[in-house]
């Protein structure tokens, strides 16, 4: 099965591992991601004012062009990049107005019949979590993770339509089935702060400390997520706390495909777990 | 308060919060969910509800306030809204009011080196859109 | 008659002219009594020094050409945009390194593109500007170098932008850290200069120094030219 793919911009730097072991994971599944030819930056943020029109240019014009290739979706991986397309196609199929206005700047007749696709609906709904169970070959037995959604995935669950908005279980019914333990807290759908990395730093930092003492806790070993702004805030100011808290105890962050491609035993040095600030191979290796 | 209310600026305020936002502030009952729930609840001046009533009230003040540019947008306050008011939309229209004027708090030039080439892009871009005139 | 039926009308900022049909428009410009001192280069297409806009009437749209490439039209309202100011870096390209870091840190507003296509809608050079600017923003220095490969730096993109990049400068920063730091150094090149250095050519070049200014001249208009 061949699926087109946008990886967003943040994956072909940044991000690299997580579109690393996207493809990687889907490819040892069956699923074969085709990039789009030719892509922009989705725009990172869906506008929330009624009359800006420009922020959804870049959105539209991604699903116009993947409208032209075959099997009427869009898989996408990073957070801002699902929420993005899925509500700005969401605007276009319901909003008669919204949807004329960008089709004549754009010189489109799209209508919003593309279906934005995550990796972990393919792997709940396209591949099967049996299927998952059984390839996965790794003994990730005993290895503790927390699932964390973050806001982008979820809300509003009018438009996003992806799974429970206070308690999704997509996440750990995938870590369940590649064998490894899933732990329960209680901020899984808790904003990082976001962007706020650039504005305010006091609040990513305590965000930060809130969502990894809760997880850690619970026993956690690890936190897995779909967004490379997530990881990166979760990742990088662990550090940081640590210098003002000496109590504070470091956690490995991933991404869920990382650890889905271990347990499909892709090769450790494709899935870019070198990359994170907080390394989480002394703990994956023992696994 | 009751000058504010009957002020032609403080109206067309209210009608220019409404039109941007598409959301109606006076369905609004304060009971402060959105503050309970806010990310960015202990570092803003004024937490969500209060910039519900304010909106309400049409205080101009509320286009002058940190809360605004604190928001991460992360729809917390919107998804669990019992009366159903899209809050971020509203927050949004504040900040847009005071970027179409220029007036912005994320600025290129000042972002840390360290932050600017350690972050992930989307973090730039994200910000500028909704920090960045 | 027949003279005024070649003759074109032409408002150069907003001033009527009559000017003779097929001129380009620099040379309209100066035939109706503009003298160039900026906005006026290599006259040939290259150095990107004369960019211009114009509409038509009924026309929305903005319409661009570089002066010295583009003919006039019956009714064209123009204006030459000699120069805009532009955002520009400093840098020592020997200390950089080939990453999106490097990009960012001296264009951070980059990241600012709307994907709103004005850029590669107004470029004289047919280039996919916007398309380039999205290589820079997820630091694919390599696609941004080839795909601005053409670009004559005349500005026009920078000032049709709502996110005020300066494309052109990302652009050229982003082939120069191709060109210094990404691209294999060019094998022919060295292996010429080796031949240059140990004496392969100084024969020849003795003997044309010798020659006169006719054989010279003969020998010149004799020469492979490129198709």
Redesign the interface.
């Known amino acids: 099965m061949r699926i087109p793919y946008f990886p967003g911009c943040t994956l072909h730097s940044k991000a690299k591992g997580l579109d690393d072991s996207t493809r990687g994971s889907l490819a040892a599944l069956g699923i074969e991601l085709t990039e789009l030819p030719q892509w922009t930056c989705c725009g990172t943020v869906f506008p929330l004012a009624q009359d800006n029109y420009i922020g959804m240019v870049a959105a539209a014009r991604i699903l116009a062009n993947a409208a032209k290739e075959e099997g009427g979706k869009l898989v996408t991986v990073c957070s801002f990049c699902y929420h993005v397309l899925k509500r700005v196609n969401y605007v276009i199929k319901n909003n008669l107005e919204a949807r004329k206005k960008l089709n004549d700047y754009l010189e489109e007749n799209y209508t919003g019949e593309i279906e934005p696709v995550h990796p972990l609906e393919i792997c709940k709904e396209n591949v099967g979590l049996d299927a998952i169970r059984e390839k996965a070959t790794k003994n990730l037995k005993g290895l503790k993770v927390a699932c964390y959604y973050g806001c982008m995935l979820v809300r509003p669950a009018s438009e996003m339509n992806f799974d429970d908005p206070e308690n999704p279980t997509i996440m750990e019914e995938l870590v369940s089935a590649i064998g490894a333990e899933v732990v329960e807290y209680s901020y899984k759908t808790t904003c990082c702060g976001s962007y706020q990395i650039l504005y305010d730093n006091d609040l990513v930092m305590q965000k930060v400390e809130e969502i990894l003492n809760s997880a850690t806790a619970k026993g956690a070993e690890a936190i897995i997520t779909s967004c490379p702004l997530c990881q990166f805030n979760l990742d990088w100011s662990q550090e940081k706390i640590l210098q003002k808290n000496a109590g504070f105890q470091k956690i490995p962050v991933l991404y869920f495909t990382q650890l889905l491609g271990l347990a499909l035993e892709l090769p450790q040095e494709s899935l870019g777990l070198d990359k994170h600030y907080v390394d989480p191979r002394p703990l994956l290796v023992g696994a | 308060m009751a000058k504010d209310l009957s002020s032609k600026i403080s109206r067309d305020l209210i009608e220019h919060i409404k039109?941007?936002?598409?959301q109606n502030a006076n369905l609004c009952m304060q009971c402060g969910t959105c503050s309970a729930s806010c990310?960015?609840r202990?570092?803003m001046d004024f937490s969500p509800r209060m910039v519900m009533r304010m909106i309400q009230l049409g205080n101009s003040k509320a286009l002058n306030l940190k809360s605004m540019?604190?928001c991460?947008?992360?729809?917390?306050c919107?998804?669990r809204c019992p009366r159903g008011i899209?809050i971020?939309?509203l927050?949004?229209?504040l900040r847009?009011i005071n970027l179409r004027q220029g007036r912005e708090?994320?600025v290129?030039e000042k972002?840390p080196?360290e932050?600017?080439?350690?972050?992930?892009?989307?973090?730039?871009?994200?910000?500028?859109?909704?920090?960045?005139a | 008659m027949a003279e005024e039926r070649e003759m074109v009308n032409i408002y150069i900022m907003g001033k009527h002219y009559k000017v003779p049909y097929g001129l380009t428009i620099m040379k309209a410009m100066e035939y109706a009594g503009y003298r160039f001192i900026r906005g006026c280069g290599c006259r040939g297409g290259f150095c990107g020094a004369c960019g211009t806009v114009y509409r038509k009437p009924g026309d929305f749209r903005l319409k661009v050409g570089l002066a010295c490439q583009t003919m006039v039209e019956d009714n064209m309202y123009l204006t030459q945009i000699p120069f805009y100011p532009a955002n520009k870096a400093t840098y020592n390209l020997e200390e950089l390194t080939p990453t999106l870091a490097t990009l960012l840190r001296y264009y951070p507003e980059t990241t600012r593109c709307l994907g709103c296509n004005q850029c590669t809608r107004i470029c004289p050079q047919e280039l996919k500007v916007m398309d380039y600017i999205a290589a820079a923003q997820r630091g694919d220095i390599e696609k941004v170098a080839h795909l601005s490969f053409d670009c004559i730096m005349c500005g026009l993109c920078a000032s049709r932008c709502p996110a005020e990049i300066v494309q052109y400068n990302v652009a050229i920063l982003a082939r120069r850290l191709y060109g210094r730091h990404i691209a294999p150094p060019a094998q022919h090149l060295a292996k010429r200069v080796e031949e240059i250095k140990a004496g392969k050519f100084d024969e020849e070049l003795d003997r044309l120094m010798k020659m006169d200014k006719e054989e010279l001249q003969k020998l010149y208009n004799a020469r492979d030219i490129e198709p």
């Open positions: 039109e941007i936002s598409g990310t960015g202990e570092i540019w604190v991460s947008t992360c729809l917390i919107t998804a899209d971020a939309r927050m949004e229209a847009v708090v994320l290129a972002i080196l932050l600017l080439t350690e972050v992930p892009q989307m973090a730039l871009t994200s910000g500028f859109r909704k920090l960045s």
